[in-house]
């Protein structure tokens, strides 16, 4: 079986990572990319600045990009991946949904929406319920599916974890690479010999997003993880992978071998770009280290370590790589669970 | 007034931050240099690889470099300042201070011990009344005053700040600049695109050592602070400032202004090298950043800002300058207040 | 005496530091700025990043910026110092000068026209000259003054002091830090653990200006030296602080000793802003670096260092501050021989 | 077939290359690794502190290390790689070749000797011819093979392509990366928004071994090629991969077009570890950079851009993985070489 599959915003940081990624999938085939209207024309080759570390695919480079609208996609794609900024990302995704595309996207519009799953395969896979709601609601022959934030997806699978110690409360830090910010986001000056303390948006994201993820949906509605969630979120001189330090406050307060064991043993999703294991435990406190620990499981393997006890809980490090368990890899996935569950 | 003082362990990075902040002090005078065996007999000059950003100071360069033992210091010191590698400062210390001198020390060694003031002078001057009960139990003509750890006192001021609200609970990260670690502490291999999610040792300080500080001295004897204090460590890829996210739980719940206001409001020391208002609080969230204000009260003033209310109180970053404000400062600062308490 | 200065393109990287080198300027008076039509209007505090070490000066802070325009400035300034974009440079400077003012610019625009004095006070103070026949040909009671490129500043005055020893050919490697690019140039993700190898226009600049700037001025005219340069520029992920590798043939074959001392020979300018000796040369062939050495001179020094002889000459490194020795301080420096000379 | 090979000096950051580079490597089994006294009978797991990007391969990790003598290593193996301190180098090597091993060896020792080939495959694997004149010379019925200094090899394949112009004279300039200095080599401190201008002995190395490498092997007798070399090293923040800045003055003055297709033309050599072309060419001027190209042909191919013709030749860049085409792999390359000629 073959998935044709187009590219919204394929030319960007993230775009990249999708077609990388995509490169040698088992079903999914890319059969369309768009970008803006200025680079609407041109082969792919010439509007994107191709930066990944393995070569452009040739299929890929030749083709010629096109406007990101509903008229300008052919009619015989069965799936839309999209890295489109917000807003662009809120103006055209319903348009697309609305003639009848399955969107899996992780622009950061409508995460929040009640009837718009925002799904980890691993954590929460029975979210893609809300998508009866959402046709229904919206009258839709497509649907839209979220991936989260990359630096909310690096956590909450550690979180999802721990629930069944009964999760209360969590303050997290993270220190973020700057790919996160795409390609342009974060200037030399800024960043050389210096740590960024605050990402726009950022904390509210991790708060908000980490509560639905958790979240119950039953009868097609959605409610949240009573969790509280404080994030407090800095950018830090590194290329790839979100590093976090994570204090969960407990009620079963478990000892640090069982909240060890708890993470290994986290389930994984049957689908083709999961990892057999989703999180990965280090006994060295040294690790998980960004540039050391970002590829394992080709990027999609979170790992953790640091395990202590505290007073209420908990405290851990984990890391995933931000562009692609976080951002790319992560679409992809939700794309296989879609696929998985017959919505494609 | 001229105060002559001894520099134990005067060619590392410390010491060499020491011979800086002291090159046009009004009143400390370096009359002696130490180091280890093997640059004893050499000028400074050769013995320090000085690496500070202003000229190496003439007089001290031709100084010759002494073993650190009593009997090879000159008679006529009246102030001891050590960066002491923490096991030579533990062998050597309490000999020093049993042949009469007064130390006012940076070394880990002893911070803990319940005779021994750890002080910063406009959190915790009283703590000097220790010195009493030292002498007597120990038999000591001089004196041993211990500065916290360079992750401590970036914090501390503001817990001091904020006590007046009922704290009652600290989780804190650290993002910690490669220079804490010594020169040759971290190697570029090891830091280059990456982060290092744990330091050996510095989360049990910053626990311990906090609660001391905000503790009680009465009648000679110490009681710690009973505030938890759970804290997270990483090593981050810039050259000099620490920055950390904490979140302080406070009985009071204040809102973020009268957190603001409380942060600026922490009384200064009068003594020179303390800067007239001992934190600094930005409105900007992107502030504090080590590269750009690290150096504010030339590297002795703390910085804050990010302030954000949350559940159970507030979240905000600090920031001080590692080797100033956090270590070769902290403790020229220790012997001022010494100095002007009269135990020099 | 005091001069009332306007700043073109006051808002950028080198316009603060322009701002910066003003601050305690003994004779020269910042009166006005002016920025692009968007910042027009606005405070220069929010039109401004400020992103420089030092606080932004009140004075400064408070002043409305202006549009780019002679209508736009007050008509009493004495002396305008320009940092504009060279597209906008190109348009702007000749009407400015065309008005009366007397224009010091480190934009690139005319650098290399025959009648337009490219100026480094210490090496051709001289061609000042041509200002005669600027305005005999163009009319203008203004006159437009430029110092070179900062990568060819940095090398240019070494090649002086070895004129003497009769200059054929130079091979020079530059590693040039990323704030020569401006605050936005050099993204981080182009950066970190990385090197560039190409800054577009950069070589053509050094081999041509080069000659200019060791080239005579004789009765109104120039002549170029005929000195061939070839170039080769990167940029490397240091802050500030060009690097350079320079071969010299010398037709005279001297010793490194000679070489030595004819580089420390260099004689300086007799001016507010320019150190006593031009170069300083380091034994020790580590040095100069970046971090270490770029501030020596308060920034207007250059350093030297690494010599030694090659079959048909010499090689060594030299190091100048970019923004500073190679850009508003060149223009400060320019500015003031301007008045030196009377033609302010 | 399969070659039992023992690695010398297994748990430095070469030896752990070496580890890499041989797993898959279709005849070279990995059969005995050494160290320093003091990691000796542990095994390599523990002794080898791993930091390299891909797991350690578990049958080595089980192994456990050796003393580096003759007496320490089994006597059933093929061909020893040498990445020992060039000290303990020029102490082992002649036993151990004495003894009958055969040593390919990236060690600096004796890379300069008249009787020792300094090779690269695609260079000059007619000087294995040399091994006659060494074991008649020093009477062993080993053998020792070099390959040259990681800054050379990046530069002297291209050389080597360019030779039929009439290579006359060489300025280059490096910016190696930190990985060259070993895993502890460089520090932080060090290189953190700076740049090193001199690595000890480097120059000469490539001062010296490109003229061996491009000479003559006729009767068993070794004479240098008359081009002179002058070289400028420095060390630059990026973790692998050196870039060069070569200029080559040629006889011939061939156009940029006819040096691209030199270079593209070089010889691959037909050995397993070697790349079909072992340089490529980018037209694009911003390329190579050593994060982007290190990695091309599995860190075997040397990559070369920005062409430009100067007065008396032509100027480019060149770039190389320093630990793998630069160390690791050349050995390994010449060990394939060995084989491919008998000699093993």
Redesign the interface.
């Known amino acids: 079986m073959s998935v044709r599959v187009g590219l919204l915003g394929a030319t960007g940081?993230v775009g990249q990572r999708f077609v990388q990624l995509l490169e040698d999938h088992p079903t999914f085939e890319i059969a369309a990319v768009t970008a803006s209207p200025e680079s609407a024309g041109k082969s792919y080759r010439d509007a994107a600045k191709w930066?990944v570390?393995t070569p452009i695919p040739d299929h890929v480079a030749e083709m010629t990009v096109r406007e990101t609208t509903p008229e300008a996609l052919p009619d015989d794609l069965d799936l839309l991946f999209s890295s489109l900024p917000s807003g662009v990302g809120a103006a055209v995704e319903p348009e697309l949904c609305r003639a009848g595309y399955v969107v899996s996207s992780n622009s950061s519009n409508e995460r929040m929406a009640e009837d718009v799953p925002l799904t980890i395969p691993e954590v929460n896979p029975d979210h893609l319920d809300l998508l009866e709601t959402q046709r229904e609601e919206r009258g839709w022959d497509g649907a839209l599916v979220k991936n989260p934030n990359c630096s909310t997806i690096t956590m909450v699978p550690t979180l999802a974890a721990l629930d069944q110690f009964g999760l209360e409360?969590v303050?997290v830090?993270t220190?973020q690479a700057?790919?996160g910010a795409g390609?342009?986001?974060?200037?030399?000056?800024?960043?050389?010999?210096?740590?960024?303390?605050?990402i726009g948006g950022e904390?509210a994201k991790m708060e908000t997003e980490s509560r639905k993820l958790l979240g119950d949906v039953e009868n097609g509605e959605l409610s949240l993880h009573d969790v509280?969630v404080?994030a407090?979120c800095?950018r830090?001189?590194?290329?790839d992978g979100h590093?976090e330090?994570v204090?969960a406050e407990l009620d079963a307060n478990p000892d640090p071998e069982a909240v060890h064991e708890a993470l290994e043993s986290l389930d994984g999703a049957d689908l083709p770009s999961a990892p057999d294991q989703p999180i990965h435990v280090f006994a060295d406190?040294?690790?998980?280290?960004?540039?050391?620990d970002r590829?394992r499981g080709k990027g999609m393997q979170i790992s953790a370590?640091?395990l202590?006890e505290?007073?209420e809980g908990v405290?851990y490090?984990c890391l995933a790589h931000n562009t692609i368990r976080g951002a790319a890899g992560a679409s992809v996935l939700n794309g296989e669970l879609l696929v998985e569950e017959g919505w494609v």
């Open positions: 940081a930066r570390d409360r303050h830090a220190l700057v790919s390609y342009s986001g974060v200037t030399s000056m800024e960043i050389i010999d210096n740590v960024l303390p605050h904390e509280d404080s407090s800095n830090v001189p590194s290329l590093l330090n204090f406190p040294d690790r998980p280290q960004p540039r050391l590829m370590g640091g202590r505290t007073a405290q490090n």
